[in-house]
């Protein structure tokens, strides 16, 4: 579960959230939408701290993730993230970029971590590539690699950064279609995405951001066809 | 990426390898005599490109010979000492003397005032006479045809102050180098007209370089070559005690035939 | 101009001898100094600022003097700055290493700014500590993008190795000088002392080459 409480974000002296609260549940698939540089992807970033909050709280299972004392290597290790970029090692292979931070980071023996990487590799349809570097691949299967690399760490929340945007069209469904099984297994995820469709149809539940506030925080059905506020409204139509 | 660490250390042991045999060369080239224990190894610092003072038979060894060693060695024996050669650029002779990384030079250097200024000199061991080296064709056979001319020295020697000497009464224009080579180069290349070499050292030259021609510059004091030691050393009136002795019994003019009449 | 090489063969082989003196020097000094860049390196990328302070100070000092002065002063200076004598051939190794670390610092650290910045944040995305991250993500790619710039500050040091004349290293040049006293000639055993150097200089570039080619063979 993540609780975040009036969290705030200032980059010098301009406010990217403006005190936003919120609660993801355990095995809940929340969307974070809104238009650009509404704060969406800070506020994602700000969960594994990749973004420290200028104030307000973050608790992942009880864990307050903003206290100095918390060991936010050990908290990054239960989330896992998946970026636009994918930035996967390019000098390693597939299946090292799977193993490298379950061995590194959790000491895991490496037959272990090579079986647990195959496994994952076969749940995103990439076997057989295993083997091969990243740049052999096309943007779709290096998002699915990257999907499967936060996975070989067995995080319980994963966060997706516009998974989908840096993609061509005819391979954000392949994309899509992994992070849809991945929410039927009841993981929970927090993604930010411009995709309606898929918000609409897996998300438990849609946040909308604008200008750093939260402005609805709704169910799928209820927001795509009932928005109460007008810069939702706005914000749908452009999209839809 | 494993191929290519291992690639790298493979050539990085190769030239391990190929290094190590430098070294164990290198060190050998240091002690120009046989090991005996027991005796306490003086370091004589020396500038090994000036035959027949000392040089290396580069066909044969590493070992640094010449008259200076066999002198060095000569002395140390009489002393109880062991010496150690070991090679410097001749304008790092001082320096190495000041600092304390040799024990003394032998290197057919002169006593000037300005280098007693930073070390001690023992009394003098050889004399030579100055040349003024030219080529043949030049026709300078006076100091007084040197008017106008452009005269070479070794940087730091006692060449130098030869010529600072003669530029007082007779114009003429001193360029230094670092090395006798580069001075003969210099003649033969026709950039200096006439330079100032001790004979000795340019019997060989001669040799070698038919097309030059020198005459002896006449001189009122004599001077000649010494050894250096640190500022207040010891070894100063150790070595000079030895030195007399060789003088007395005729070893030190065995030497010098050995060396420069051949 | 006449050349007699004729009688300079028989000491060839005593030249040669310099070339395991000349790598030796140059290869433990490039190895020292490319270990210390890299601490050095990462000074300066650093948020702590003395750290960066100290290695921007550094590099100032080393590539703002005559790397033959350095030398001089750690050698001949070594009695005071230690207290103790130390070996020409250390003295060679210790300016060589002090110096190449301040321009190969100044490589990485552009190497290292060069690498995106995803990868950093996908390393600390994956709770990988900032050690394990620079060593085995983040160095790696910065390495391979700067090889050639290294390999060129490896030959620059070989043929620069020659200054260690001055301090009397028996290398490939002292042994050129030394063969020129002997046999009263100049030119000879120069030239072949710059054939020696451009054989290994241009022996490094085809080393080079094929490490570069082998390293962009995952790419």
């Not at chain 1, 700000?46 to 608790?59: A, D, F, R």
């Not at chain 2, 004589?44 to 002198?71: Q, R, W």
């Not at chain 3, 990485?108 to 390393?123: H, L, M, S």
Request: proline share 4%; hydrophobic share 45%; aromatic share 8%.
């Amino acid at each position: 579960m993540i609780k975040i409480d009036n969290l705030h974000k200032k980059f010098g002296k301009l406010e990217v959230l403006k005190g936003i609260s919120t609660t993801i549940k355990d095995r809940e698939v929340v969307a974070i939408i809104g238009p650009s540089g509404s704060g969406k992807s800070t506020f994602l970033r700000c969960m594994n701290l990749l973004e420290v909050p200028t104030s307000g709280k973050i608790l992942i299972d009880e864990v307050d993730i903003t206290d100095k004392n918390t060991n936010i290597m050990k908290i990054r290790q239960n989330v896992g993230m998946v970026f636009q970029h994918f930035n996967l090692f390019p000098h390693k292979t597939v299946l090292e970029n799977l193993t490298y931070a379950p061995i590194t980071v959790k000491g895991m023996v490496k037959t272990d971590a090579e079986k647990l990487a195959l496994d994952l590799l076969a749940k995103v349809g990439l076997s057989e590539k295993a083997n091969e570097y990243p740049n052999r691949l096309s943007g779709g299967q290096k998002q699915r690699v990257a999907i499967a690399r936060a996975l070989a760490m067995e995080p319980g929340v994963m966060l997706f950064d516009e998974p989908t945007s840096a993609l061509d069209p005819e391979m954000v469904k392949e994309v899509l279609e992994v992070m849809k099984s991945l929410a039927h297994t009841g993981m929970t995820m927090a993604i930010v995405t411009h995709e309606m469709g898929f918000a609409k149809e897996v998300a438990d539940r849609v946040l909308f951001l604008d200008n750093g506030q939260l402005v609805e925080d709704a169910p799928p059905e209820q927001f795509f066809s009932n928005p109460t506020s007008q810069r939702a409204k706005d914000f749908l139509e452009k999209m839809l | 990426m494993k191929k290519v660490i291992s690639f790298l250390m493979l050539s990085v042991l190769l030239v391990g390898v190929l290094s190590a045999c430098g070294t164990s060369e290198k060190s050998t080239s240091g002690s120009g005599s046989k090991e005996e224990s027991g005796k306490k190894v003086l370091v004589m610092g020396t500038s090994a490109d000036y035959p027949p003072f000392e040089y290396v038979d580069s066909a044969k060894g590493e070992e640094i010979i010449g008259f200076d060693v066999d002198l060095a060695n000569a002395i140390a024996e009489k002393l109880g000492y062991e010496v150690q050669v070991k090679d410097i650029d001749f304008t790092g002779l001082i320096p190495a003397l000041e600092t304390g990384q040799v024990d003394f030079v032998l290197a057919g250097m002169t006593p000037t005032e300005e280098r007693k200024k930073n070390v001690d000199f023992s009394d003098i061991y050889y004399t030579a006479n100055h040349l003024i080296v030219s080529n043949k064709d030049s026709g300078l056979n006076t100091l007084e045809d040197l008017k106008g001319k452009t005269v070479g020295v070794q940087l730091g020697s006692i060449q130098e102050g030869k010529a600072k000497e003669i530029a007082e009464s007779i114009d003429i224009k001193i360029e230094n180098r670092n090395r006798i080579p580069e001075i003969i180069q210099e003649i033969k290349s026709g950039r200096f007209d006439a330079a100032i070499i001790e004979d000795t050292v340019m019997k060989g030259y001669f040799k070698k370089n038919p097309e030059l021609t020198g005459f002896i510059l006449e001189e009122d004091t004599e001077e000649g070559s010494a050894m250096a030691f640190p500022k207040g050393s010891e070894l100063t009136k150790e070595f000079n005690d030895a030195l007399l002795e060789m003088k007395e019994n005729g070893e030190l003019e065995k030497l010098i035939v050995k060396w420069f009449d051949q | 101009m006449n050349l007699d090489f004729t009688q300079i063969l028989p000491s060839i082989p005593y030249i040669l001898k310099g070339i395991g003196v000349t790598l030796q020097i140059v290869l433990i000094a490039g190895i020292l100094g490319f270990a210390f860049s890299i601490l050095l390196a990462l000074f300066k990328i650093s948020s702590i600022k003395l750290l960066s302070w100290f290695a921007d100070a550094y590099t100032s000092v080393f590539r703002g003097t005559p790397l033959v002065l350095q030398l001089m002063l750690i050698y001949f200076g070594s009695p005071q700055i230690f207290g103790f004598q130390i070996e020409p051939y250390a003295a060679a190794i210790l300016a060589f290493s002090l110096n190449s670390a301040a321009y190969i610092s100044e490589i990485i650290r552009a190497g290292i700014q060069a690498v995106d910045k995803g990868q950093r944040e996908a390393a600390m995305a994956l709770g990988i500590p900032y050690r394990k991250m620079m060593s085995n993500i983040i160095l790696p790619q910065a390495m391979k993008n700067i090889f050639p710039a290294l390999m060129n500050e490896f030959i620059t040091l070989t043929k620069e190795s020659a200054i260690v004349t001055t301090i009397g290293v028996t290398d490939i040049m002292r042994r050129a000088y030394i063969v020129g006293g002997e046999k009263f000639s100049f030119f000879e055993p120069l030239l072949i002392a710059g054939l020696i150097y451009y054989l290994l200089v241009i022996s490094l570039t085809f080393i080079g080459k094929t490490v570069e080619r082998r390293m962009r063979r995952s790419d």
